[in-house]
């Protein structure tokens, strides 16, 4: 069973995130700048409610998730009078198509075994054995009926509350837990956010990709998305594994490609969906575009 974000006293554990009822947002004004912005469209259908405060992330994933939608109904997998959102949500009946859709579209080929060897000189700390490390989270719990632009925008203006004393330790410290204290739906809160040591075992698979094979230290600084919510993810501590032999971890790495390749497809396929449609309001054009979020 996947135990989440790991560690004993994480709610995350053995089933699934806090349901606790999360605060009103942080700071959730309207900012004139953004606001200033017509509200975003895809084909005349609207992403958000007039005069809401978006950020260019969310708009971009709100976008892609409209694409879709529509695709499925112009490819008749959908019924024409399913509603569509501005919270982020789907109904049922669009989630299941855009998947028959995506299904159908997207073409991934088996990666060769020379391309596979490549791939696992390149990323070997990724497929080290007994790493750890040691971390903290804020957790901001995806929960129906939760507006999850909203929650979005909260989580990260509390991710850039707490970088901003990254050049003073034990500031940074006390910044970390007394949001997590304030702001996470984890019982993890009420120890600052800390998780403990972890091992890619005690992780979501999801979360696990963010945060081992890697050298970044300190807060991460983008949203670590799992199937729990958004996490604000410090990184405190980490103990390198041993490096495994391609044989051992063949069919990992095979995988990883396969789904590299799917991501690198479903990005030109939102792209091929995006300049046949007329959207308005979305800067799609943005640097390392969370396409496939």
């Not at 009822?21 to 469209?41: E, H, K, N």
């Not at 028959?100 to 997207?106: D, P, S, T």
């Not at 989270?137 to 989580?155: E, N, S, W, Y």
């Not at 030109?268 to 449609?277: D, F, I, K, S, T």
Request: proline share 6%.
């Amino acid at each position: 069973m996947d135990k989440g974000c790991g560690s004993g006293s994480c709610g995350c554990a053995g089933g699934g995130a806090s349901t606790a009822t999360l605060p009103d947002p942080i700071g959730f004004q309207p900012v004139a700048s953004v606001c200033a912005r017509p509200t975003a469209t895809v084909n005349g259908i609207a992403l958000h409610p007039d005069g809401q405060t978006t950020g260019d992330d969310t708009l971009r994933q709100l976008a892609c998730a409209e694409l879709l939608r529509q695709a499925a109904q112009q490819a008749g997998l959908l019924a024409a009078d399913d509603a569509p959102s501005t919270d982020g949500s789907q109904t049922e009946a669009a989630t299941a198509a855009i998947e028959a859709l995506l299904e159908r579209e997207l073409v991934v080929p088996e990666p060769s075994d020379e391309a596979c060897r490549r791939y696992h000189d390149a990323h070997a700390a990724a497929y080290s054995s007994d790493e750890r490390l040691s971390a903290r989270h804020i957790l901001f719990a995806v929960t129906p009926g939760v507006d999850v632009v909203a929650l979005r925008q909260k989580a990260e203006r509390v991710l850039l509350d707490v970088r901003c004393y990254e050049g003073d330790k034990a500031k940074a410290q006390a910044a970390f837990a007394q949001a997590a204290s304030q702001w996470s739906n984890c019982p993890s809160s009420a120890e600052g956010g800390d998780l403990g040591w972890l091992t890619r075992q005690d992780c979501a698979p999801e979360f696990a990709r963010e945060l081992f094979g890697l050298k970044d230290m300190g807060v991460l600084p983008r949203l670590v998305h799992s199937r729990f919510g958004l996490h604000v993810v410090e990184i405190t501590a980490r103990e390198p594994g041993t490096p495994r032999p391609f044989e051992t971890v063949r069919d990992a790495v095979r995988l990883a490609l396969q789904q590299q390749t799917w991501a690198t497809a479903l990005r030109q396929y939102l792209l091929v969906l995006a300049g046949q449609a007329r959207v308005t309001g979305v800067p799609l054009e943005g640097s390392d575009t969370p396409l496939v979020q």
